[in-house]
Each structure stands twice: as C-alpha cells, then as structure tokens.
C-alpha cells in the first residue's frame, strides 16, 4: 500500500509534470519522466472554484 493516495490530479499541457491532491490537505507536483516528486505543500485548501491557498 502506498504511503500517499491522491484523491485528483491534474497534468501540465507538456505531460511532463502533473499536480496531486489528497485527503491529508497537500499537494504535489511530480517529474513524470523521472517519476519523483519535484515539491510538496502542506495545509494547502480550496477556498472556491480554481482558488487553493496555502495554510499558515
């Protein structure tokens, strides 16, 4: 079992990166080609349509 489940993703227009987003309120961007995580932002929240911001 993995340790990290994204419940939505997202991929950028050039399928070399993509963005998840799970349950545990983080996001993550990941290098597709070299299958590793690139960034990780804790406490991030949706707050309305396409808004996401981060927690303090």
Do not use: N
Not at 27 to 32: E, F, G, H, I
């Amino acid at each position: 079992m993995l340790s990290y489940q994204p419940d939505s993703s997202s991929y950028f227009p050039d399928d070399k990166q993509m963005i998840s987003g799970s349950w545990d309120k983080t996001a993550r961007r990941w290098d597709l080609q070299a299958g590793m995580e690139i960034e990780k932002a804790q406490e991030v929240r949706e707050y309305g349509p396409g808004r996401l911001r981060r927690g303090l």
